[in-house]
């Protein structure tokens, strides 16, 4: 039990304490917990979570505080004390952690904190004092970290503060007074970081505040000077900053790796100030406002109360830079003071009092700053405190004059601002407000069970869940919209995630998928198959509230699309042969359109189109059951049934239907199509032919193909202008036959392997002579170096012959290009010694080298 002494240390402990916190407010940060699927129920109802001491006295609930999903708390259940207790928000789940002090006897668990998942508290025993304790919400694993002040003095340790796995704390040893210690959670590993008042004296550090891998905090010196100081974890990296007047520092948050507080100074008053740690990194961030109170960090901004220029306290917020430091917005306009206060970040927006004790909300712009709620009407000023975020809502008590007060709730809209516990009178107002899960779980206290713990549900399960359509048409593509999913919710700013549920009518889940909120499909669908399809469609709100329904997609008899067959595989065209039908095995289907009314088919080469090819319909007659083509007219059985266009090169071949095209039509009419292409040597590349046939309904074949082989025949060189007769003088110089002979050969490039054969025709006696007439090396002469005949200077072949009647012959190489061939011919020459009136026929018979001849060709020679 406490002794005299030993209550007063600690009477004079806590209210030194309380007398700081009530200087010293820190904004409330916006509180973020995992969270389960709950059954649903009703919102904003207080019920009481459990009776712990079963009588009026009640159980004293005190001091909760959140870690992960579990509420821990001091309470009296009127047999072991005041001891540790832990809830989940239900009856069962809330249980005496462990009987610290065994018996009656109160081990009075105070300071509760949560340091990175663990509890870490101070507690009571009369072998220890109050000294540091952790747990992990089981008896096994709630312990005494560490007896700093050996034996039966109270440390009195608080501000449990978590920098990288190290709990920094203050505590009195009873040598060194209140100073800076830590723990690495045991005995071995808790030690006096620094005395910062040497001796016994006290410097009393409070207003720990993490950044970065540093501890900040506020404490005395050796001068009894109050200073900011850092602190790395050692005894060295331990000391005040010197920069500033560090006359009253407070108000310390961290943004960005930088500190921010309030402090004075003779000169300038009270300031915004930062510091980096350093001495050269601290100094005033902006003269522009003056007094900066309850700063609170929203996102990468500071907020606070402060006056400017007009000396009236309202809105403010900073970046940190004199520039980025601004006022947001007049609340009170004219000389009035808005006075902005209980400043609160609930996910991500600035919530705070003003104007008569106003509630209001703020994004940081003017336009944004809005009145939510008048919560007492009129100029009448009511108290508010324990601001709490929970599930995204703003949860405070309000003492508006009626007995107890109220519990309100908002979720940052006017409609959404209510009061929460409206069906429950407490005796005095709710406190200890802890946020856990999607509820609120506070100190409650009635007349008929004292102060016990009561708890609220501030999110409600979503009530339906609706989808825009829940029909699809046959045939559709995989991927096709069926419909927008929406939740209905009490909740307005709830956000939701759409997937698939199980069980009852889940049978066709397979064959849709969910993308953001639409529903889609995964398969084509044919209504004369199947035309219903059953799903279980689920939300799950932001808090992990489901609700799951069975739905039944329709599929609706849309048109079938027509069917074409008789594809694949190849045909052949062979060069300058008739046209070759591409698709005589072709059939044309469609269950549901009679008729290809305002239909088309489009039929296209799509890979080596030539601008010779053709696509073409052969006309048969008019006869029944045949294909008549007319100008762009296309008849079937001498009825008319459509027109074309195109077909020519790479133009696509299209036909365009009129209500006589029936199935049967185009059938007939796909199996008449004919390719060709014009000319000699065409493009051997295999052509792709495509088609698409649309049946006027909305109805479209999958593109159909076929390849169309072309092989090219060997054109045979021509000799052109060897005719009619040329004179020769008998006895004189050799005559050329024909200077103006002409050769061509569309297909080959060259006369490689070919031959050239003169022969002289009639009587023919041993003076008559077949030769070549040389010219030169110069540009297009002929010119002979000894059996090799040579066009340019360089060899095409080789002669031999032509004299005493005997053919004259020349064997080409692959130098014998067409005009290499016809300078040759055109350099033949006759002579004789004939007596002259006699005549002689001259022949000649030229070979390709591939396979192909001209046939003969002769001229006259009449000797005179």
């Known amino acids: 039990m406490l002794n005299g002494p030993s ?35 009703v919102l904003l109802s207080a019920t009481q979570v459990v009776d712990i001491n079963g009588k009026a006295s009640g159980s004293s609930v005190d001091s909760l505080v959140t870690v992960g999903n579990t509420v821990f708390f001091a309470a009296n259940d009127g047999v072991n004390g005041t001891e540790l207790w832990k809830s989940d928000g239900t009856a069962a789940g809330t249980v005496l952690v462990k009987d610290i002090y ?36 089981t008896a096994n694993g709630t312990v005494m970290v560490a007896d700093v002040s050996v034996g039966t003095g109270s440390s009195f340790p608080e501000m449990f503060t978590n920098v990288n796995g190290t709990v920094y704390f203050s505590a009195n040893d009873g040598v060194h007074g209140d100073e800076l210690w830590a723990t690495d959670g045991s005995a071995a590993g808790t030690r006096l970081v620094k005395d910062l008042v040497s001796g016994s004296s006290f410097g009393w550090p409070d207003a720990f505040t993490p950044v970065g891998n540093l501890l900040f905090f506020r404490g005395y010196d050796d ?11 050692t005894t060295a990296g331990t000391f005040p900053i010197q920069a500033g007047s560090n006359a009253v520092p407070d ?34 961030v902006t003269l522009t406002m003056h007094d900066p109170q309850e700063i609170c960090v929203v996102g990468s901004t500071l907020y606070f109360n402060a006056y400017g220029s007009s000396l009236d306290r309202e809105l403010w917020k900073s970046d940190g830079t004199d520039a980025g430091t601004v006022q947001v917005k007049d609340l009170a306009p004219g000389n009035a003071s808005g006075w902005p206060h209980d ?30 709620k008048d919560i007492i009407p009129g100029t009448s000023i009511g108290s508010y405190s324990n601001w709490t975020s929970v599930a995204g809502k703003l949860a405070f008590v309000v003492y508006d004059g009626t007995p107890g007060g109220k519990l309100w709730v908002s979720d940052g809209t006017s409609e959404g601002t209510m009061i929460a516990d409206d069906g429950v009178q407490f005796g005095y107002l709710p406190q200890d407000l802890a946020a856990l899960k999607d509820q609120v779980l506070f100190a409650g206290t009635l007349t008929t069970s004292g102060t016990e713990l009561f708890r609220i549900p501030l999110n409600s399960v979503p009530t339906d869940l609706k989808l825009s359509s829940t029909t699809v048409v046959e045939n559709r593509p995989i991927g096709t919209v069926v419909g927008t999913l929406s939740a209905v919710d009490p909740d307005l700013n709830d956000t939701f995630t759409y997937s698939f549920g199980t ?11 969910i993308l953001g909120n639409q529903l889609r499909t995964k398969a084509v669908f044919d209504y004369e198959t199947k035309s219903s399809y059953f799903l279980r469609l689920r939300v799950v709100d932001q808090l992990g509230h489901a609700f799951a329904k069975s739905v039944t997609i329709r599929v609706l008899n849309g048109n079938d699309a027509p069917v074409v067959t008789g594809f694949g595989g190849s045909v052949t065209y062979v060069e300058n042969a008739s046209s070759v039908t591409v698709l005589p095995a072709a059939t044309v289907t469609d269950p549901d359109s009679p008729n290809f009314a305002g239909g088309k088919v489009t039929i296209s080469l799509t890979s080596n189109a030539d601008d010779r090819d053709l696509l073409a319909f052969a006309n048969q007659g008019n006869a029944a059951g045949q294909i008549g083509v007319s100008g762009a007219t296309l008849k079937y059985g001498g009825v008319a049934f459509g027109s074309f266009t195109g077909g020519v090169g790479t133009a696509p071949l299209v036909v365009t239907f009129n209500g006589n095209a029936k199935p049967a039509n185009v059938q007939a009419l796909l199996r008449r199509l004919v390719f060709s292409t014009k000319g000699d040597a065409p493009a051997t590349l295999t052509r792709s032919i495509r088609l698409t046939l649309e049946d006027g309904d909305g109805g479209t074949t999958t593109t159909a193909t076929r390849a169309i082989q072309v092989i090219a025949v060997n054109d045979p060189p021509v000799i052109g202008a060897f005719n009619g007769t040329v004179a020769y003088a008998s006895g004189t ?132």
């Open 251 to 284: 108000q310390f948050v961290a943004l960005n790796g930088t500190l921010y507080y309030r402090d004075f100074d003779l000169t300038n008053g009270f300031r915004l100030w930062k510091t980096d740690g350093t001495d050269a990194g601290t100094g005033i």
């Open 343 to 372: 400043l609160t970040n609930v996910n991500g927006a600035l919530y705070f009092r003003a104007n008569s004790d106003e509630l209001w909300k703020s994004d940081g712009t003017a336009a944004g700053t809005v009145l939510l």
């Open 7 to 41: 209550l007063f240390r600690l009477l004079a402990k806590f209210s030194r304490r309380s007398r700081t916190q009530s200087k010293f407010r820190r904004c409330r940060p916006a509180a973020l917990h995992s969270i389960e699927a709950v059954e649903q129920r």
């Open 503 to 513: 069980g009852t009518g889940a049978a066709d889940n397979a064959l849709f998928t």
């Open 733 to 864: 110089t050799a005559k050329q036959i024909d200077p103006d002979a002409t050769i061509q050969d569309v297909d080959s490039p060259n006369f490689a392997g070919g031959t050239l054969t003169v022969t002289l025709q009639g009587t023919s006696l041993g003076s008559d002579r077949l030769s070549i007439l040389g010219q030169g090396t110069g540009t297009g002469k002929i010119s002979l170096l000894g059996s090799a005949v040579q066009y340019e200077g360089f060899a095409i072949g080789g002669w031999t012959g032509g004299t005493g009647g005997t053919p004259l012959v020349i064997t080409f190489n692959g130098n014998a290009t067409t005009t290499a061939v016809q300078a040759l011919l055109r350099r033949l020459a006759f002579d004789s010694t004939t007596a002259a009136g006699s005549v002689r026929t001259v022949q000649l018979l030229l070979t390709d080298g591939d396979g192909g001849d001209g046939g003969v060709v002769a001229k006259t020679i009449s000797i005179v």
């Open 102 to 137: 065994a018996g009656i006897g109160s081990s009075f668990p105070q300071k509760l904190a949560n340091v990175n998942g663990t509890l870490y508290f101070s507690a009571y025993l009369p072998a220890t004092g109050w000294e540091v304790w952790k747990s992990d919400g």
């Open 223 to 233: 001068n009894s000077q109050l200073r900011v100081w850092r602190s790395d974890g």
